[in-house]
């Protein structure tokens, strides 16, 4: 049986934007990229800052028991790489480590689900060119909307069902995205989950188990006050390489 494998660039992505992933049926793993714990000489991030937190290492450790907690309320559990986060200014992760580190950790048959980058973050452009290198491998892989950065302005409207494109932007800084990491968007057919009222709840619920996170993400991505955005999740599977 395929093992399905999420890479999330940081401690909440899996869960903020493949809830349902993770509440279906079958083997799901989780590994968190970015999530190592500074070494206390760097100053403290600018999103640390932003969620008040006055010691990095102690933040990271209560990150990694929220998205213990979190994934917990589904039985999954997520494997820890321990790259360092670029919050810190520590340059940019060398590829070749990232992509040989993100291999070992794959089981046997998985099937790769990586952010799509669909914002400004390095460290999720970073995954999603470690993924794709694994997919010259042979590995199978999709893509997905990670959310919120793939959302500040909304989902478009191919998305919601909406009767007219009330939201271009979003449309169209996606297919500059998928561009720019090589891929033709309009050869790609997107899976798109509308999740039902009680997993909307759910998801919700599992959200808030990252409680340190919470003011950042309303403050920076209007993540509670728009319920839209935690109503919907996208796949792109993309055809072997």
Request: a negative charge; glycine letters at 8%; proline letters at 8%.
């Amino acid at each position: 049986m395929r093992i399905t494998t999420i890479l999330s660039p940081h401690i909440d992505d899996a869960v903020l934007s493949l809830w349902a992933v993770l509440a279906g049926p079958g083997d799901v793993r989780v590994i968190n990229v970015f999530d190592g714990v500074p070494d206390g000489q760097r100053p403290i991030g600018w999103w640390d800052q932003l969620t008040r937190a006055e010691n990095p290492i102690t933040r990271a450790e209560e990150r990694h028991a929220e998205d213990a907690a979190a994934l917990a309320l589904l039985g999954r559990s997520a494997v820890s790489l321990g790259f360092v986060d670029a919050q810190y200014g520590n340059g940019e992760a060398r590829l070749e480590p990232l992509i040989e580190c993100i291999a070992r950790a794959l089981p046997h048959q998985s099937a790769v689900l990586a952010p799509a980058a669909l914002g400004e973050h390095p460290d999720h452009r970073r995954t999603r060119t470690a993924a794709l290198a694994l997919r010259e491998r042979g590995f199978p892989v999709a893509l997905y909307a990670d959310v919120p950065h793939a959302t500040p302005h909304g989902w478009p409207a191919w998305v919601t069902g909406a009767a007219r494109e009330s939201n271009s932007d979003a449309a169209a800084e996606w297919e500059r995205s998928m561009r720019d990491a090589g891929l033709a968007p309009a050869g790609l057919a997107p899976q798109v989950r509308a999740l039902s009222t009680t997993e909307q709840e759910q998801k919700r619920q599992a959200v808030g188990c990252y409680r340190t996170q919470l003011s950042g993400l309303e403050a920076s991505f209007s993540l509670f006050s728009r319920p839209e955005i935690l109503s919907y999740e996208v796949i792109w599977p993309l055809p072997p390489a």
